[in-house]
């Protein structure tokens, strides 16, 4: 039980967050502080990590035989409070990785050059610490950033549990830095065996 105290730890300052957010602009409170290049640049890194978590929950769930699309339902609804019940309610196990699919290589490839456009835009029309400083401006682009902060903290633990004849350690900290490229170019790079 000591081991899914950190994941409860995460949800409730961030639930706190998402309160406040709300109670500040109800659910158009979260479009209408994104609407900027910056706005939306994080806001689709959000979605990424999302849809990356939701991929996890799903092949792990397979390899476990546990039902992970509630917890999906819940990530597509509400950000990061998907991962952590998942993780809350089943906690991580060793194990051999399945393959990747062979889609899944080409697919995140596609995705970081689409996202790679939007990240330029941003940057040109903000500079790196301009869309750093509005997430600062409303409860709503907080929240959305402590939501991205905690995806991107689990998929650094999933790329370095996942890591076999690798290291990992270069896109944790691409991850670090910029968010969804970690993840993603960790997909394109593929593992040794998946050549």
């Given at each position: 039980?000591?081991r899914?105290?950190?994941?409860?730890?995460?949800?409730?300052?961030?639930?706190?967050?998402?309160?406040?957010?709300?109670?500040?602009?109800?659910?158009?409170?979260?479009?209408?502080?994104?609407?900027s290049?910056?706005?939306?640049?994080?806001?689709?890194?959000?979605?990424?990590?999302?849809?990356?978590?939701?991929?996890w929950?799903?092949?792990?769930g397979?390899?476990?035989?546990?039902?992970?699309?509630?917890?999906?339902?819940?990530?597509l609804?509400?950000?990061?409070?998907?991962?952590l019940?998942?993780?809350?309610?089943?906690?991580?196990?060793?194990?051999?990785?399945?393959p990747?699919?062979?889609?899944?290589?080409?697919?995140?490839?596609?995705?970081a050059?689409?996202?790679?456009?939007?990240?330029?835009?941003?940057?040109?029309?903000?500079?790196?610490?301009?869309?750093?400083?509005?997430?600062?401006?409303?409860?709503?682009?907080?929240?959305?950033?402590?939501?991205?902060?905690?995806?991107?903290?689990?998929?650094?633990?999933?790329?370095i549990?996942?890591?076999?004849?690798r290291?990992?350690?270069?896109?944790?900290?691409?991850?670090l830095?910029?968010?969804s490229?970690?993840?993603?170019?960790y997909?394109?790079?593929?593992?040794?065996?998946?050549?």
């Amino acid at each position: 039980m000591s081991r899914r105290i950190p994941y409860v730890a995460l949800a409730i300052p961030l639930a706190v967050l998402t309160i406040l957010a709300l109670l500040e602009g109800g659910l158009g409170g979260f479009y209408r502080h994104h609407r900027s290049w910056a706005g939306l640049q994080v806001f689709a890194d959000l979605v990424i990590m999302a849809l990356l978590a939701c991929a996890w929950m799903i092949a792990d769930g397979r390899r476990r035989g546990l039902r992970a699309w509630p917890f999906v339902a819940l990530t597509l609804a509400a950000g990061s409070f998907g991962p952590l019940a998942y993780l809350a309610l089943h906690g991580t196990e060793a194990g051999a990785q399945e393959p990747a699919p062979r889609w899944l290589r080409p697919g995140a490839a596609a995705l970081a050059a689409a996202f790679g456009v939007l990240t330029a835009r941003a940057l040109a029309a903000h500079g790196y610490v301009g869309i750093w400083r509005l997430q600062f401006a409303s409860w709503a682009s907080l929240q959305v950033l402590a939501d991205l902060t905690i995806l991107c903290l689990l998929g650094c633990a999933w790329m370095i549990r996942d890591a076999r004849g690798r290291s990992a350690w270069p896109w944790v900290l691409v991850t670090l830095g910029a968010g969804s490229f970690g993840p993603l170019g960790y997909l394109v790079a593929g593992r040794p065996d998946e050549s």
